[in-house]
């Protein structure tokens, strides 16, 4: 009797030889994935803490951290260490049963952002998605709109996510073209103007959602005393703020929350990139008990959503952030990084903005592009990325020390200015 793997062994043909170069690997990307991406030509094929390694050896400092998801640096220790068990015991249940993770986490995850209820979800737009619908529900339910009424108030050049709904509320025209039709119930406002949110805000409003800080704008802080002028204009409404700290959150700016530099606190969190500690996605809504109360079985869920393995690593992310080392490392190395890059202002940097251990550079006109800027720090083993044109976005991770620190700044002042 022939077997299938008689049959295969006759028909197949050899295995193409593996990729060994980095335009091996490259060309691979562009003939089997599809073009969604532009990255630099770099391969990485290790890394730990601050420092990656390419497929033939060369090594970068990582100026990125994956737009903040790797936080903690490639390979924590303690973070591997917490996977590895994980693994070894089990890594999904399903909601359909209790796990001995769950709970524990989700305790955990409400004590260090001192909020009283957590919705545990996958990727960053699976948070601001599942944000969106709690606040409509909490408005249909509670605030008594209409049903199909609800209306959330949301920020010119914000990034939440890449979903259809999401993109239906962007003002990017890249994230938008050729994706409607689109989803209706959302009111834009430029960005840090009160004056404008005042004007949005209607009866029918469910919430204000807003970024603490733009990060896909450019590392943009808007003017102060603004988000507290939306804190008392959401109470004044009777509407949700619901706060995306899912780049700006868990210490990148030096405090659990953004917000928290504004002395303000929101009804609603989003969360993500960091709490799953570069290794797993993990994301989650936080806040009030009675806005997250109001979902029920049934109305809600994700099969992967607060799984053992994410919540084992979310609880390490949660241990290392109780410590305050983070916290303090984000503060002190983000003060040095902001005085060593304003010096830079007049020398092919025309501004610089940011918060904490997180900035955005513009290049002066007549100065390389940001993709151009890019690929010559890339050259100097510096890896970051630019956004909107002229701007590199700095984000490394928190555990990267102050001479490597200098050592990628050094490298940002030689592409700028020559």
Aim: hydrophobic share 40%; with cysteine.
């Amino acid at each position: 009797m022939t077997t299938f793997a008689d049959r295969t062994a006759a028909t197949s043909t050899p295995p193409p030889a593996a990729p060994v170069a980095t335009a091996d690997f490259i060309a691979l990307d562009e003939q089997w994935s599809t073009h969604n991406y532009h990255p630099l030509p770099v391969v990485i094929a290790g890394g730990e803490g601050a420092t990656v390694t390419d497929v033939e050896g060369a090594t970068y400092l990582d100026f990125l951290s994956g737009y903040s998801a790797l936080n903690f640096g490639h390979r924590h220790p303690e973070l591997v260490a917490a996977a590895t068990e994980q693994l070894e015991r089990v890594t999904l249940t399903s909601r359909a049963f209790h796990h001995d993770r769950f709970g524990p986490f989700c305790r955990e995850l409400a004590e260090l952002t001192g909020t009283e209820m957590v919705l545990p979800m996958n990727s960053g737009a699976e948070a601001v998605e599942s944000a969106i619908k709690v606040a409509r529900k909490w408005a249909h339910r509670v605030k008594g709109v209409p049903d199909g009424q609800a209306r959330i108030v949301v920020a010119s050049d914000n990034f939440h996510g890449r979903t259809t709904t999401i993109v239906s509320f962007s003002t990017d025209e890249d994230a938008r073209a050729d994706f409607g039709p689109f989803t209706p119930g959302f009111d834009v406002v430029p960005y840090g103007d009160a004056d404008a949110l005042a004007a949005a805000i209607t009866d029918h409003t469910a919430a204000v959602l807003v970024e603490p800080v733009q990060g896909e704008a450019g590392v943009v802080v808007p003017p102060s005393g603004y988000l507290a002028e939306v804190r008392r204009l959401c109470d004044e409404a009777g509407a949700l703020l619901i706060a995306d700290e899912i780049q700006s959150g868990l210490c990148r700016t030096g405090t659990i929350f953004a917000l928290e530099h504004e002395g303000v606190r929101a009804d609603l969190y989003t969360l993500g990139k960091a709490l799953g500690g570069g290794i797993v996605p993990v994301s989650a809504v936080v806040g009030r008990r009675d806005v997250l109360g109001v979902l029920r079985p049934g109305e809600h869920g994700s099969t992967f959503g607060g799984n053992p393995l994410a919540c084992a690593v979310g609880s390490a992310v949660v241990r290392l952030l109780s410590t305050g080392e983070f916290a303090e490392r984000a503060t002190a190395l983000g003060e040095h990084l902001h005085t060593r890059l304003a010096g830079l202002v007049g020398h092919g940097v025309g501004a610089v903005r940011g918060r904490g251990l997180w900035a955005g550079v513009d290049i002066s006109p007549g100065g390389p592009t940001g993709r151009r800027a890019s690929e010559a720090l890339r050259e100097r083993g510096v890896l970051c990325k630019e956004t909107h044109g002229s701007t590199l976005r700095i984000a490394p991770p928190l555990v990267i020390t102050e001479a490597e620190l200098d050592r990628g700044i050094d490298a940002i002042e030689a592409v700028a200015g020559g």
